[in-house]
């Protein structure tokens, strides 16, 4: 932990454990999406299934690499990972990504699109909370909210039909704008 740090962002205004409880919310929901998504990914089978599987593969890639980017953040604040897994998948900001009752790809799309709805909002909130105050966080949120705005877009348009203007990776898991943070 950086005492320093976390010092400068109590000066500028932040209450650091309100911000960290924040981005452990949104890492516990990154980490629970990485592993529904594995299952959703794994229940798109047939034809239709398929057109969809290397979309849903980049957003769980992606969605792990939000999840790695977040925790040594946490650590430079002075926070850490729950030591009991149940305890951190129940601390998720947003609802479980499950696998509905009935695994139609338009159902499983919906699930998708949902999820990264709420993702979109979680860094919408960060992002907010931070401006002008810690740019660090800010800059990690930001990052982070432009793939998640992405992967709403993928989601949305082959659920809806109305082209996003957005594209597949050139390789899976590629987050463009993450990947500063992972290096």
Not at 63 to 88: C, M, S
Not at 102 to 118: D, F, G, S, W
Not at 138 to 162: M, N, P, Q, S
């Amino acid at each position: 932990m950086s005492e320093h740090n976390r010092r400068l962002v109590e000066k500028a205004g932040i209450d650091v454990e309100k911000l960290l409880n924040m981005l452990l919310k949104a890492a516990a929901a990154e980490f629970t999406t990485y592993y529904y998504y594995t299952v959703l990914r794994n229940h798109a089978a047939g034809m239709e299934g398929e057109t969809i599987k290397e979309i849903v593969e980049d957003a769980r890639l992606e969605d792990r690499n939000h999840f790695e980017a977040l925790v040594p953040r946490i650590y430079e604040l002075g926070g850490e990972l729950p030591k009991d897994l149940v305890d951190f998948s129940k601390m998720a900001w947003c609802r479980d990504a499950y696998l509905p009752e009935e695994p139609t790809v338009e159902n499983i799309l919906k699930v998708l699109l949902e999820a990264e709805r709420c993702a979109v909002g979680v860094y919408t909130e960060i992002c907010k909370y931070t401006f002008g105050k810690d740019p660090r966080t800010y800059d990690l949120a930001l990052a982070i909210l432009h793939e998640e705005i992405e992967h709403e877009a993928w989601f949305e348009e082959l659920l809806t039909g109305k082209p996003s203007g957005h594209f597949r990776r050139a390789k899976p898991g590629e987050s463009p704008f993450v990947s500063k943070f992972l290096r």
